[in-house]
């Protein structure tokens, strides 16, 4: 055992200090190596260290994207060798998925071989693929041999790595990004370069332009699967303008019609990350345990491209309410979250804004614009320098043959020349961008380099006025690069100039540019309820006065006497079935929806209306009638006003019904009419009648409408639509029908007062 009298002596190699300072200071470390260096990527360029190695390695390999193919083990093998220290099953997985077209906007690495697929199948085993660059990587890596960015050492210290690439478009919105760090994450969808490009044009023109005016140029998120976004404008302009978010997207699918009635559902595009076989096999589990009764049966005819086929269990199956139930219970609808947490200048995590990011972008390329001018700038001072050289060489070409002949040092020789102006063939001032004082032509160690390693053939005189041009043409481009790089507002055109170039390259016009999301809006097809979809039955809808609502089994005799509760009696009577849907009309201008299958049934008296759906007690029902899709309706108030509705657009999904015709205190909704044959007839409470064409009423989805007819006294008493050379027919007060076929006397334009009803038109002023 130790003596405590006598510690033995301390090891310099240990440290002693508090285990929570040891633990604190070492997790931190860990954790801003993973925020920095794997999981966020770097707002410049959009990518992480492990994808801008691999772009940089495969530059390295000269893996053009008009070049051959390597094996993806070699790239893979380079970059974990050279410059990423991880294991080569990491860098290989991060380097096919930027192969995928299905998981990638715009594929950076163009794969020969089995690089996975929609299915969610893993890709071959490195020996077995290759790959190069594609032009849109190349694009990501244009400029960097130009000291456009700035480079560091590897991790073992024998190369240099780019810290950031040059990339000429804002390629994190472009392809997207995922991730998730310490007490961090990120996931951006991606977008259409296009688009963006768009975007960054107008902040240039506008630096202080809001996120929502650059919503008028990227709409939303551009997903490589396509798929329609339902999410509400109001919405994405929020996750826009916070950097934190969702979309609601959808599958695209289309009814395909089997004849005699038969029908199915094919699925062309599925949501974003959504494995196909996964969803297929869910889609499958919901017919096995009879979740959703009214779907058959799912078949995957998919080749290049998707193809699912749903199959309904009854042609009668309404297919948006069919698909509304997948939505609720797959992967069909997807929600994706926004979360724009990305590195700015590389080293600060930060939630970002739509126009944060851009700004970003946009500061980075004009950094990289300076820097390439800066670097060509050199290049041609350089070749300015030796271009001098040369011309003093050829004005004095006896002398320097001489002194390279017999000269023991000749460099030393040429730089102690002093070459005076007055040779036989002296050079003038406007020989030199900056000429030497006078008399004092000496050469330089690189101009005197540049001529002892000149070959003999450029010794012609065609040589000497290629100098001259050459010295010329790169005095003007001094000029323009130290002008461009004095003038701030020339440095964001030269931007412009190349967002242009790059919108036009991976535009609609490069493979798989244009725009593949689409948009929409969601509606309510969730809310249709399951009841609703039941075998198709004949009823008979009845409805009494006071709005109590039945429906009787079958199709009775419509003049067969009914019950009714003391003092009520018919008013509509109709043949339908459980499959349809009956639209009530009300006199405070809204529209009510009501599925035949959810009315009582009719042994009783029925139900109130007004209890089926939020009808107001002080008013009243105008019409009921049957669903008709692709029908119109002219509808019209008491005060003489009324238009033409798409009786598709009147349907409500929900319970409060939809408001299209609007009114003023007190005009009330009195007129519901399916519109047939090219005519009106309107007839007032004042017996005078007005007849004028159809196509004088607007076709509107909600308002008041146009005046049908003018009045000093009273209103609108009753409309009807008919084929004006047919003739306007009625019923007199002795039950026969009376056809009028010349209705000149009673035709004018709309909104005037119209002349007295024939003789023998009914009293109550009514059509029918």
């Given at each position: 055992?130790?003596d405590?009298?006598?510690?033995?002596?301390?090891?310099?190699?240990?440290?002693?200090?508090?285990?929570?300072?040891?633990?604190?200071?070492?997790?931190?470390?860990?954790?801003?190596?993973?925020?920095?260096?794997?999981?966020?990527?770097?707002?410049?360029?959009?990518?992480?260290p492990?994808?801008?190695?691999?772009?940089?390695?495969?530059?390295?390999?000269?893996?053009?994207?008009?070049?051959?193919?390597?094996?993806?083990?070699?790239?893979?093998?380079?970059?974990?060798?050279?410059?990423?220290?991880?294991g080569?099953?990491?860098?290989?997985?991060?380097?096919?998925?930027?192969?995928?077209?299905?998981?990638?906007?715009?594929?950076?690495?163009?794969?020969?071989?089995?690089?996975?697929?929609?299915?969610?199948?893993?890709?071959?085993?490195?020996?077995?693929?290759?790959?190069?660059?594609?032009?849109?990587?190349?694009?990501?890596?244009?400029?960097?041999?130009?000291?456009?960015?700035?480079?560091?050492?590897?991790?073992?210290?024998?190369?240099?790595?780019?810290?950031?690439?040059?990339?000429?478009?804002?390629?994190?919105?472009?392809n997207?990004?995922?991730?998730?760090?310490?007490?961090?994450a990120?996931?951006?969808?991606?977008?259409?370069?296009?688009?963006?490009?768009?975007?960054?044009?107008?902040?240039?023109?506008?630096?202080?332009?809001?996120?929502?005016?650059?919503?008028?140029?990227?709409?939303?998120?551009?997903?490589?699967?396509?798929?329609?976004?339902?999410?509400?404008?109001?919405?994405?302009?929020?996750?826009?303008?916070?950097?934190?978010?969702?979309?609601?997207?959808?599958?695209?699918?289309?009814?395909?019609?089997?004849?005699?009635?038969?029908?199915?559902?094919?699925?062309?595009?599925?949501?974003?990350?959504?494995?196909?076989?996964?969803?297929?096999?869910?889609?499958?589990?919901?017919?096995?345990?009879?979740?959703?009764?009214?779907?058959s049966?799912?078949?995957?005819?998919?080749?290049?491209?998707?193809?699912?086929?749903?199959?309904?269990?009854?042609?009668?199956?309404?297919?948006?309410?069919?698909?509304?139930?997948?939505?609720?219970?797959?992967?069909?609808?997807?929600r994706?979250?926004?979360?724009?947490?990305?590195?700015?200048?590389?080293?600060?995590?930060?939630?970002?804004?739509?126009?944060?990011?851009?700004?970003?972008?946009?500061?980075?390329?004009r950094?990289?614009?300076?820097?390439?001018?800066r670097?060509?700038?050199?290049?041609?001072?350089?070749?300015?320098?030796?271009?001098?050289?040369?011309?003093?060489?050829?004005?004095?070409?006896?002398?320097?043959?001489?002194?390279?002949?017999?000269?023991?040092?000749?460099?030393?020789?040429?730089?102690?020349?002093n070459?005076?102006?007055?040779?036989?063939?002296?050079?003038?001032?406007?020989?030199?961008v900056?000429?030497?004082?006078?008399g004092?032509?000496?050469?330089?160690e690189?101009?005197?380099?540049?001529?002892?390693?000149?070959?003999?053939?450029?010794?012609?005189?065609?040589?000497?006025?290629?100098?001259?041009?050459?010295?010329?043409a790169?005095?003007?481009?001094?000029?323009?690069?130290?002008?461009?790089?004095?003038?701030?507002?020339?440095?964001?055109?030269?931007?412009?100039?190349?967002?242009?170039?790059?919108?036009?390259?991976?535009?609609?016009?490069?493979?798989?540019?244009?725009?593949?999301?689409?948009?929409?809006?969601?509606?309510?097809?969730?809310?249709?309820?399951?009841?609703?979809?039941?075998?198709?039955?004949?009823?008979?809808?009845?409805?009494s006065?006071?709005?109590?609502?039945?429906a009787?089994?079958?199709?009775?005799d419509?003049?067969?006497?009914?019950?009714?509760?003391?003092?009520?009696?018919?008013?509509?009577?109709?043949?339908?079935?459980?499959?349809?849907?009956?639209?009530?009309?009300?006199?405070?201008?809204?529209?009510?929806?009501?599925?035949?299958?959810n009315?009582?049934?009719?042994?009783?008296?029925?139900?109130?209306?007004?209890?089926?759906?939020?009808?107001?007690?002080?008013?009243?029902?105008?019409?009921?009638?049957?669903?008709?899709?692709?029908?119109?309706?002219?509808?019209?108030?008491?005060?003489?006003?009324?238009?033409?509705?798409?009786?598709?657009?009147?349907?409500?999904?929900?319970?409060?019904?939809?408001?299209?015709?609007?009114?003023?205190?007190?005009?009330r909704?009195?007129?519901?009419?399916?519109?047939?044959?090219?005519?009106?007839?309107?007839?007032?409470?004042?017996?005078?009648m007005?007849?004028?064409?159809?196509?004088?009423l607007?076709?509107?989805?909600?308002?008041?409408?146009?005046?049908?007819?003018?009045?000093?006294?009273?209103?609108?008493?009753?409309?009807?639509?008919?084929?004006?050379?047919?003739?306007?027919?009625?019923?007199?007060?002795?039950?026969?029908?009376?056809t009028?076929?010349?209705?000149?006397?009673w035709?004018?334009?709309?909104?005037?007062?119209?002349?007295?009803?024939?003789r023998?038109?009914?009293?109550?002023?009514?059509?029918?």
């Amino acid at each position: 055992m130790s003596d405590p009298a006598n510690p033995p002596a301390a090891n310099p190699s240990e440290v002693f200090e508090p285990l929570r300072r040891a633990i604190g200071e070492r997790y931190l470390t860990y954790a801003l190596s993973t925020i920095m260096h794997r999981a966020l990527p770097d707002a410049r360029d959009g990518l992480k260290p492990v994808h801008r190695r691999i772009l940089f390695a495969m530059r390295e390999l000269r893996l053009a994207s008009n070049g051959g193919f390597r094996k993806s083990a070699k790239i893979s093998g380079d970059v974990m060798g050279n410059y990423h220290p991880h294991g080569d099953a990491a860098i290989y997985d991060a380097m096919a998925r930027l192969a995928q077209d299905f998981n990638v906007r715009y594929p950076l690495v163009d794969g020969q071989g089995n690089f996975g697929n929609i299915d969610g199948d893993n890709p071959a085993a490195a020996r077995y693929t290759e790959a190069r660059m594609t032009p849109v990587a190349e694009a990501l890596l244009e400029g960097l041999n130009e000291d456009a960015v700035d480079f560091r050492d590897n991790y073992d210290g024998t190369l240099t790595e780019p810290v950031v690439l040059p990339a000429s478009f804002p390629n994190l919105l472009a392809n997207g990004a995922s991730g998730i760090a310490v007490g961090m994450a990120t996931n951006i969808p991606p977008h259409n370069i296009a688009e963006l490009c768009d975007a960054c044009l107008h902040l240039i023109r506008a630096p202080d332009a809001r996120d929502d005016t650059l919503l008028n140029y990227i709409p939303g998120p551009d997903f490589p699967t396509g798929g329609v976004i339902v999410e509400p404008p109001e919405n994405i302009a929020s996750a826009y303008r916070t950097g934190r978010g969702s979309f609601r997207l959808r599958c695209s699918w289309h009814v395909e019609d089997l004849g005699r009635g038969q029908w199915q559902i094919v699925v062309t595009e599925i949501p974003y990350q959504v494995p196909k076989s996964r969803l297929i096999e869910k889609i499958a589990d919901l017919i096995q345990t009879k979740k959703i009764p009214i779907l058959s049966d799912i078949r995957d005819e998919s080749a290049d491209d998707i193809r699912m086929v749903i199959e309904p269990r009854s042609k009668n199956v309404d297919p948006e309410v069919l698909m509304g139930m997948l939505y609720r219970s797959c992967d069909l609808e997807v929600r994706f979250s926004l979360n724009m947490n990305v590195l700015i200048d590389g080293l600060t995590p930060q939630v970002c804004s739509l126009r944060q990011v851009l700004r970003a972008f946009l500061d980075h390329r004009r950094e990289v614009l300076q820097r390439r001018a800066r670097h060509r700038l050199e290049k041609i001072d350089h070749r300015l320098e030796v271009l001098r050289g040369f011309i003093i060489a050829f004005l004095n070409l006896d002398r320097v043959i001489d002194i390279i002949r017999y000269d023991d040092d000749p460099k030393a020789a040429l730089m102690r020349e002093n070459w005076e102006r007055d040779h036989p063939r002296a050079m003038t001032e406007a020989d030199y961008v900056a000429p030497p004082p006078a008399g004092d032509l000496s050469l330089s160690e690189v101009q005197a380099d540049a001529i002892l390693n000149m070959r003999l053939r450029s010794l012609r005189r065609l040589e000497e006025l290629e100098l001259l041009r050459e010295q010329t043409a790169l005095t003007a481009e001094r000029e323009d690069l130290q002008n461009l790089l004095a003038h701030p507002n020339l440095q964001w055109d030269r931007i412009s100039q190349q967002l242009r170039e790059t919108r036009k390259t991976f535009g609609k016009d490069y493979p798989g540019g244009a725009r593949r999301t689409r948009f929409a809006e969601a509606g309510s097809i969730e809310e249709v309820p399951l009841e609703a979809m039941i075998d198709r039955e004949p009823v008979t809808v009845v409805c009494s006065q006071m709005g109590w609502i039945r429906a009787m089994t079958g199709h009775i005799d419509l003049g067969r006497a009914l019950k009714f509760k003391d003092g009520d009696g018919p008013r509509f009577v109709f043949h339908a079935e459980t499959t349809d849907r009956l639209l009530v009309f009300a006199s405070n201008g809204r529209f009510y929806t009501i599925p035949a299958a959810n009315l009582p049934g009719g042994r009783g008296m029925g139900e109130p209306l007004r209890l089926m759906v939020d009808l107001p007690n002080e008013a009243g029902i105008v019409a009921l009638f049957i669903h008709r899709p692709g029908a119109r309706l002219l509808v019209a108030s008491s005060a003489g006003d009324g238009f033409l509705v798409p009786e598709d657009d009147v349907i409500a999904q929900t319970r409060t019904g939809r408001q299209v015709l609007n009114l003023r205190d007190p005009a009330r909704a009195t007129i519901c009419h399916r519109v047939t044959g090219d005519a009106v007839a309107v007839v007032g409470e004042n017996r005078k009648m007005l007849v004028f064409g159809l196509d004088e009423l607007p076709e509107m989805g909600r308002g008041k409408g146009v005046r049908l007819q003018r009045y000093k006294d009273g209103g609108l008493s009753d409309v009807t639509t008919f084929t004006l050379a047919s003739g306007l027919s009625w019923l007199d007060p002795a039950g026969r029908t009376r056809t009028v076929t010349d209705l000149s006397e009673w035709q004018a334009k709309r909104a005037t007062a119209g002349r007295m009803a024939p003789r023998g038109f009914p009293r109550d002023n009514r059509f029918s």
